[in-house]
């Protein structure tokens, strides 16, 4: 069985990307995004800035007009974009998008991003930024990370 390519992921449309459904915790309107929407804002976001998976959630929930975005599938495109710049970047297809750039609510990093939250900080301190270690099993965080905070 021949695997798909993280771009063919990513482009791939399947009939659920874009529908919004109802809620059932909160009754209210839900957003299933779209891999290549994903993708669209985090290549929006400046060197030296950086955006939360919150604030992409509601930028995305506000463009589909929907109460809010479905945080599990955001995750996983998220995930996706990641690994297909990394594709993109193997294979001298230029430019990526800057998925580095998108950290938790908290500020913290985001150890599912290709070569964890390690790779995710080197990127960060290139750009200027301060990276606190993890305590425990909480990973790394940008220090006063509001102060980059880029709004869509």
């Not at 001298?92 to 998008?97: F, Q, S, T």
């Not at 938790?104 to 991003?113: C, I, R, T, V, Y």
Request: glycine fraction near 8%; charged fraction near 30%; hydrophobic fraction near 35%.
């Amino acid at each position: 069985m021949k695997y798909k390519s993280w771009r063919q992921k990513l482009e791939t449309e399947l009939p659920d990307h874009g529908k919004i459904v109802t809620d059932r915790k909160t009754g209210g309107k839900l957003l299933i995004p779209k891999p290549l929407d994903i993708d669209a804002l985090v290549r929006q976001i400046p060197l030296g800035k950086l955006l939360t998976d919150a604030q992409l959630r509601r930028r995305l929930a506000t463009d589909n007009k929907a109460d809010a975005t479905c945080p599990l599938t955001t995750g996983i495109f998220l995930r996706i974009v990641a690994e297909t710049a990394e594709e993109d970047l193997k294979n001298g297809r230029l430019p990526i998008a800057p998925y580095w750039r998108v950290i938790k609510a908290d500020g913290s990093l985001n150890e599912k991003f290709p070569g964890g939250a390690q790779a995710q900080a080197m990127r960060l301190r290139e750009e200027g930024h301060t990276i606190e270690a993890g305590k425990g099993k909480k990973p790394p965080k940008v220090t006063d990370y509001q102060t980059s905070l880029y709004t869509l």
